[in-house]
């Protein structure tokens, strides 16, 4: 069987470590996972020319919205965030799962975070969609989505109202007005929530979904005020997780065969080159 991680760029994807490890655990000696440069252009032609050894896909953006057209079936959880990160293909069908909010909600569990009373997400984009959804599976039904141009966080908005949750929408300039806060989530690029730090320091626990370079300097503020701090990639992790158990039908997933394998591919990028 094969299964493959979509994007472009995509040769620095963590996604086919994590899945060859899982691989290697379970005993799927005959199943192979690669990396697969795509853009939105060639996403029709490539996935109609899939056979049937193809068990399944994952997907980076902008992929998640693309692939939607082309599928059977969505679940309910991909039509409400706006994007499938994970195509199973069963009996000739296709179909579009998202993990990314299971990885979320895991991993908050995973460093014992409680579910919030109250919440702010930085950034409008799509992890922030998925944000909010996991904030709505773990009870929340408000939340504040801060972003530079509100005017551009409509598809955000359009993913809080599906998802039964009130958002109220704040600029960065604002930012002190919605820090009252159990939990912040930030889905920003790796050095964009720098500038932040200091004002961000304060509030009890940090996700920030950048894995590399790690800490980065939002989160190191937070630990270093005693807050707890999760990065990006225990997301990472547990959306693959699910997606392994999703392609392979398997329950028994070795998941920390994966953390293992992940973390090692990260130390090795990282690692001055001798």
């Avoid at 994966?258 to 130390?267: D, L, P, S």
Wanted: proline share 6%; glycine share 12%; net charge negative.
């Amino acid at each position: 069987m094969r299964a493959a991680v979509l994007g472009s760029p995509i040769v620095h994807s963590l996604s086919p470590h994590l899945h060859r490890a899982a691989y290697e655990g379970l005993g799927l000696h005959d199943w192979r996972y690669e990396a697969i440069e795509c853009d939105e252009a060639g996403l029709p032609g490539l996935i109609g020319g899939l056979g049937p050894e193809w068990a399944g896909l994952s997907l980076t953006m902008p992929l998640k919205r693309a692939v939607l057209p082309l599928l059977d079936t969505v679940s309910d959880l991909a039509v409400a965030v706006g994007g499938a990160n994970t195509v199973i293909f069963s009996d000739g069908a296709r179909h579009g799962e998202n993990t990314d909010v299971h990885g979320i909600v895991r991993a908050l569990a995973e460093a014992g975070v409680a579910p919030p009373r109250a919440a702010t997400v930085l950034g409008g984009g799509a992890t922030a969609a998925s944000a909010l959804a996991a904030l709505r599976e773990l009870g929340l039904r408000e939340a504040n989505l801060v972003v530079r141009d509100p005017d551009r966080a409509g598809e955000t908005a359009a993913v809080a109202e599906r998802l039964g949750t009130a958002l109220t929408v704040q600029t960065f300039d604002k930012l002190d007005t919605v820090l009252d806060v159990d939990l912040v989530v930030s889905t920003l690029p790796a050095g964009a929530a720098d500038g932040l730090a200091v004002l961000v320091a304060g509030v009890p626990a940090l996700f920030d979904v950048v894995y590399a370079p790690w800490p980065t300097r939002l989160a190191a503020a937070v630990a270093g005020r005693g807050g707890t701090v999760i990065g990006g990639f225990p997301m990472l992790l547990h959306q693959a997780v699910r997606q392994v158990e999703l392609m392979t039908g398997r329950s028994d997933v070795p998941v920390e065969a994966m953390r293992a394998a992940g973390k090692a591919e990260i130390v090795r990028r990282v690692a001055p080159e001798s």
